[in-house]
């Protein structure tokens, strides 16, 4: 029998906007069942990257999929992946409840009990019947996570998730990671709070001006610089100046 193949795998993956180069030739392998942390300075191509795995955007060259899927078949990526982008897309007009049963009709996913297990999860069961315009950025994000675990996605690509949550708020979200993992969800993290990728990933990226330029276990990583060093010093290390030119 043939070993699974990976969640996500691109090869020489690129997209170019015009001379600019956002991303650059990227070979990814992503296990399933494990959470990647994908890190990277603003501009570095990050969100570009999440978008063509999500099918937001096509590559200029090379190749990728999700799931098993490939990325230039829309309708056959989107039935296995959830999406958190940083600013949840939501209706301001419904209520958070309308907001979930909106989009477990588009799926077809209509698990009520699910929905209210997931409000409950999050605190959000007391503020279900406000509209989303009276809620904080902390409650969209959460709204936007419940979202996005609503169908049990394989793959679930988080930006910035805990962006805006109070401390607890944020445990939650950890927590829920860690739980989607353990149920064989594959996660791809991008984040720049640095404790949370330390914490929650099994494999960290860290992209600079499009390229791959560390890849490894949280640990490995930051036995690669020096002995009590951390990611922030891993990170600092490899998206240095002097380090890019190397």
């Known amino acids: 029998m043939s070993p699974p193949s990976p969640a996500i795998r691109t ?8 001379d600019a180069v956002a991303v650059a030739d990227l070979d990814l392998t992503v296990d399933r069942g494990s959470v990647f942390g994908f890190l990277g300075p603003n501009g570095a191509g990050k969100t570009s990257t999440i978008r ?11 190749t990728a999929h999700v799931a098993g899927q490939p990325v230039s078949d829309r309708s056959a990526v989107v039935e296995h992946i959830g999406f958190l ?20 009709g ?3 996913h209509e698990d009520w009990d699910r929905v209210e297990s997931l409000l409950s999860r999050f605190d959000l069961d ?10 904080s950025k902390g409650m969209k994000q959460k709204l936007g996570l419940i979202q996005a675990l609503l169908h049990e996605p394989d793959v679930l690509f988080l930006d910035e998730p805990t ?38 990933a ?24 020096e002995a009590g060093s951390t990611l922030e010093d891993v990170f600092l290390d490899v998206t240095s100046a002097d380090h890019a030119e190397r």
């Open 85 to 104: 982008p940083e600013e949840p897309p939501l209706y301001d007009e419904l209520t958070g409840r309308e907001q979930l049963e909106y989009i477990a």
């Open 52 to 62: 063509i795995l999500t099918t937001l955007t096509t590559p200029t060259a090379g």
């Open 126 to 135: 007391g503020d279900a019947d406000r509209r989303v315009e009276t809620y």
């Open 106 to 108: 588009l799926r077809g």
């Open 163 to 200: 962006s805006g949550l109070d401390p607890r708020a944020a445990r939650t979200v950890r927590d829920t990671i860690d739980e989607v993992a353990a149920a064989d969800t594959t996660v791809f993290l991008s984040t720049h709070i640095l404790p949370v990728v330390e914490e929650l």
């Open 11 to 18: 090869d020489g993956l690129r997209k170019q906007y015009g």
């Open 202 to 225: 099994d494999t960290v990226g860290v992209l600079y001006d499009g390229e791959l330029v560390a890849e490894g276990s949280p640990t490995a990583l930051t036995d690669d610089v």
